[in-house]
């Protein structure tokens, strides 16, 4: 069967004696040709393009290869990637008030996009100082940050205390830096209502 563009897929017999014995066709396989569109029971078969058993052989191994490097390297990802969110299990039930002015779920909904349902808005603050807030299950430890908010309705600055988990120290540094500008959602109308955007954290 030939098919080639601007030409109807077509039966043909092939009737050669010059095909080399490394490269003997099996059913199913796909061999380049050149074909006259006028009659396509004219072709030749491009015996130089067509790859003898052993190389084919080795080229669908090196395709096996890379597909199961990239499976281990996606695995090896999914096992050590932390979460965009370090939720507090094992120390939840130690703190009873609520971290950030929101409750663990109102928490999920704002940093899943729906902050607006909750009446926070996107604007940033300035670090001022930061302090660990306790024991935490998260490698880099619960901080409390007290920041310089923004208010995202043109008003005066006002300083509000939010509270970040971190998956490692190195990023704890980074975030809690007397200075830092963190990308934050905050309710205008009550700035203890707060919570870093993870989303635009660069």
Same mark, same amino acid.
């Given at each position: 069967?030939? +098919?080639?563009?601007?030409?109807? /897929?077509?039966?043909?017999? @092939?009737?050669? @004696?010059?095909?080399?014995?490394?490269?003997?066709?099996?059913?199913?396989?796909?061999?380049?040709?050149?074909?006259?569109?006028?009659?396509?029971?004219? $072709?030749?078969?491009?015996? #130089?393009?067509?790859?003898?058993? $052993?190389?084919?052989?080795?080229? &669908?191994?090196?395709?096996?290869?890379?597909?199961?490097?990239?499976?281990?390297?996606? #695995?090896?990802?999914?096992?050590?990637?932390?979460?965009?969110?370090?939720?507090?299990?094992?120390?939840?039930?130690?703190?009873?008030?609520?971290?950030?002015?929101?409750?663990?779920?109102?928490?999920?909904?704002?940093?899943?996009?729906? /902050?607006?349902?909750?009446? &926070?808005?996107?604007?940033?603050?300035?670090?001022?100082?930061?302090?660990?807030?306790?024991?935490?299950?998260?490698?880099?430890?619960?901080?409390?940050?007290?920041?310089?908010?923004?208010?995202?309705?043109?008003?005066?600055?006002?300083? /509000?205390?939010?509270?970040?988990? $971190?998956?490692?120290?190195?990023?704890?540094?980074?975030?809690? +830096?007397?200075?830092?500008?963190?990308?934050?959602?905050?309710?205008?109308?009550?700035?203890?209502?707060?919570?870093? #955007?993870?989303?635009?954290?660069?």
């Amino acid at each position: 069967m030939i +098919t080639a563009e601007r030409l109807a /897929a077509t039966a043909v017999q @092939y009737s050669g @004696y010059g095909v080399p014995k490394p490269k003997w066709p099996r059913p199913g396989l796909v061999l380049p040709v050149t074909v006259d569109l006028a009659d396509p029971n004219r $072709f030749r078969i491009e015996w #130089d393009q067509v790859p003898t058993g $052993f190389e084919a052989a080795e080229r &669908l191994a090196e395709n096996l290869r890379s597909q199961q490097l990239s499976e281990q390297q996606a #695995d090896a990802h999914r096992d050590h990637a932390f979460p965009r969110v370090w939720r507090e299990v094992e120390h939840a039930a130690s703190s009873p008030t609520l971290a950030n002015g929101l409750t663990p779920q109102q928490t999920e909904i704002a940093l899943a996009g729906g /902050a607006a349902a909750l009446g &926070l808005v996107p604007t940033t603050a300035k670090v001022l100082t930061a302090n660990e807030a306790g024991p935490s299950s998260a490698p880099g430890g619960t901080w409390d940050i007290a920041v310089l908010v923004n208010d995202p309705n043109c008003g005066p600055p006002g300083q /509000a205390v939010t509270r970040m988990s $971190f998956s490692s120290s190195e990023r704890r540094e980074l975030r809690t +830096t007397t200075g830092c500008a963190l990308p934050v959602l905050v309710d205008p109308d009550n700035h203890n209502r707060i919570i870093v #955007d993870v989303a635009r954290l660069s």
